[in-house]
């Protein structure tokens, strides 16, 4: 067991490495010099040497990628050319509501999902396994972002009921909170809900068809009980994996969603980044969100060996 | 006689498609409508930049089917050139990210050299969610619809690249293969008339699945603000302008959705349907 992590955890430097450099090159071939967006079209020429000095923009690149790298392994991601406030710091405190709409509509997604898909499963062939496949189908089709815009229109703009934009923290006031979450973690939970359902589907199929079942089967024990202690802890299996793919998927919705209902998260962060050329936040930004999906995936296999014992990996 | 028989078997095969998979007749046929939007819809509607303030924000009507956007403009005839951006936008990715998917796949399956560089890399690339690197590619390459389409290819690729390359390791190891190579057929020559043979079917359902997954991500970039331009009326920038006037218009909202989400379920059942009728074994295992 040790072993295997050990040997997961080293399987990640190239990965990482690989990260770390997708990003430096992208923020790098970003359009349009730093210095001169931020100065503005008035600056004289000594003002942007300077500055251009000050962030070591005029040394060549592979120093500048070096020296970040070195830099980023030693956990400083550098100061905000804009705010003038290390990167971390400022990170820190838009990761929440991105955490807690990735987190809240997995749940919802997984919740809804599962339960669809086992169902149509042991159904297989059916009329409701077909209708529940289209459904499946139809909040896969469906942009989450999209679906977040009908919310508002229902909710907030025809109904009343809910706030169309803002956001407060589950932490700071959980009951009022949930006004502001509900609609863009609904959005969210519910389109992925699709693709956790056919993939939960998927895999009970494949667990249905195992000898182990048929064998109970011939034993007499019922359909439900079948479900319940046969096959269920051997479908979890794969779900698990499902959880994990699904939760980058949705970190990325998140990302997009916030724009949407106005939540200050990170994908907001990148967007304005991107805009201001704050070159050290879209780093950031860009590597944390890539190696925390890296470790959630990471977590997903750990959690293996705990549901599923016949799995060793040493 | 021969003929009619011909023409009953054909039609009971196809009423036997509808009935197994549903999935390509429904999907194919809605597709079907879509690019024939794309390729004659614009020469039926009327001018999408005519503007209009006196006629803006209005709900559809008989004159605007589709009512009017902030400038006066014609809704229905804006998404009817926005079809053809989103589908060249789709069909490009789907297109680009297959041809560098099977080539990297094809070389890191077959050359062992070769593997675990290109896999790395791969797995770099799958780190970040999809729509992260599409827009920090967007974001980088600048927001020309062309850039859109090689930073969507370039997010799409390893997924392709990492099912060739499972095939490839496992038909390397078949008896043809090796007979093959021991006859002295060429590396290029096992490659294109041994492997790839065996990934084209694969290769043609996942083509759907990313075709759909780009539509949407297109969209979402639009929406964003980071592509398209004023030049080219596109779904995704109808939604993102529909937003600001969501409690004036709600139908610039509505509608541009409808298309996306009916082009995305159209190639998700043909994607589905294909991946029945091609491979049963396969059934829902390759979505994500």
Known sequence: MTAFIVRRLLSLIPVALVVGTVVFALVHMIPGDPVTVMLGSGASQSDIQRLRSQMRLDEPLVTQYFSWLTQTLQGNLGNSVVQQRPVLEIIGERLEPTLVLAVSATLVGVLLGVPLGITAASRAGTLLDRVLIIIAVAGISIPYFWLGLLGIIVFSVELRWLPATGYLSPFQDGLASVRYLILPVLALGISQAGFVARLSRTATLQVLQENYIRTARAKGVTARSVMLSHALRNVLIPIVTVVGLSFGILLGGAIVTETVFGIPGMGRLILQAIQQRDYPIIQGALLLVAMFNVLVNLVVDMVYIVIDPRISYS | MTASTTRASAGR????????????????????????????????????????????????????????????????????????????????????????????????????????????????????PSVVLALGLVAALGPRTSNTIIALAIVYTPRIARLVRGVV?????????????????????????????????????????????????????????????????????????????????????????????????????????LQERLDPRLKGQLRG
């Open chain 2, 169 to 273: 390791l496992n038909v390397k190891e078949q008896e043809y293969v090796t007979a093959a190579k021991a006859v002295g057929a060429r590396d290029e020559r096992v490659l294109w008339l041994h492997v790839l043979r065996n990934v084209t079917d694969m290769i043609i359902v996942q083509l759907s699945y990313i075709f759909a997954l780009a539509v949407i991500a297109e969209s979402a970039l639009s929406f964003l603000g980071v592509t398209g331009s004023v030049l080219n009326p596109s779904w995704g920038g109808i939604l993102s302008d529909g937003r600001t006037y969501i409690y004036q218009a709600a139908s610039m909202t509505v509608i541009p959705g409808i298309l996306i989400a009916t082009l995305v379920l159209a190639l998700n059942l043909l994607g589905d349907g």
């Open chain 2, 13 to 128: 095969r196809f009423l036997r498609l509808i009935a197994t998979s549903p999935g390509i007749p429904v999907g194919g046929g809605l597709l079907l409508l879509f690019v024939l939007i794309a390729l004659f819809g614009p020469m039926t509607v009327a001018d999408p930049f005519a503007q209009n303030v006196m006629n803006r924000l209005q709900p559809p009507s008989a004159a605007n089917w589709f009512g009017t956007d902030e400038f006066g403009r014609d809704l229905l005839s804006r998404m009817v050139h926005g079809t053809r951006t989103t589908l060249m936008v789709g069909a490009l990715v789907a297109a680009l990210a297959g041809a560098a998917g099977v080539l990297t796949g094809l070389l890191a399956g077959y050359y062992h050299r070769l593997d675990n560089f290109i896999m790395r890399i791969m797995d770099g690339l799958l780190a970040f």
